[in-house]
């Protein structure tokens, strides 16, 4: 199995401010979640940037109601991608400070990442359906 590199990964969008609010988080978790912190710090880092008010419409985004499917079991999920105080998987919320969720946040409808699991598994997901 390859090890993904910054040149497989697709592009991804973000605002402004949800750039300077998810570095901070990735920054301030690196202590308690240091693998998926710094996983997130660096999508932020790759991220290109929209103005605040941009209307990214089919771009996950946080808030977002996303539908993907997970490409190694061809199982979809809906989830919404919220901060860690949000999250609740009873109501399929999940925090953009766990691997799926950092995997999915700038993404568009029809692009495919891969990611790493806790358990070092390489994962895929495809991003099927964005609302918001």
């Known amino acids: 199995m390859s090890k993904t590199t ?8 973000v605002t402004t401010e949800e750039k300077q609010r998810l570095s901070g988080l990735a920054n301030s978790s690196m202590g308690l979640f240091p693998r998926v912190a710094y996983f997130l ?8 940037i929209a103005p605040d008010d941009a209307d990214l419409r089919n771009v996950v ?4 109601q996303v539908d993907y499917r997970d490409d190694s079991t061809g199982e979809a999920r ?3 991608l919220v901060y860690p105080h949000e999250a ?3 109501r399929k ?5 766990t691997p799926v969720g950092a995997a999915l946040i ?6 495919t990442i891969e990611f790493q699991t806790p358990d070092r ?5 495809t991003v099927l359906r964005v609302s918001h």
């Open 121 to 125: 598994r390489t994962r895929a997901l």
């Open 41 to 48: 710090a660096r999508e932020m880092e790759r991220a290109s």
């Open 6 to 13: 910054e040149t497989d990964l697709p592009p991804i969008l």
């Open 106 to 111: 700038g993404l568009s409808v029809g692009q």
């Open 88 to 90: 609740d998987i009873s």
């Open 61 to 64: 985004r946080m808030g977002s």
């Open 78 to 80: 809906e989830v919404v």
């Open 93 to 97: 919320r999940i925090s953009v400070l």
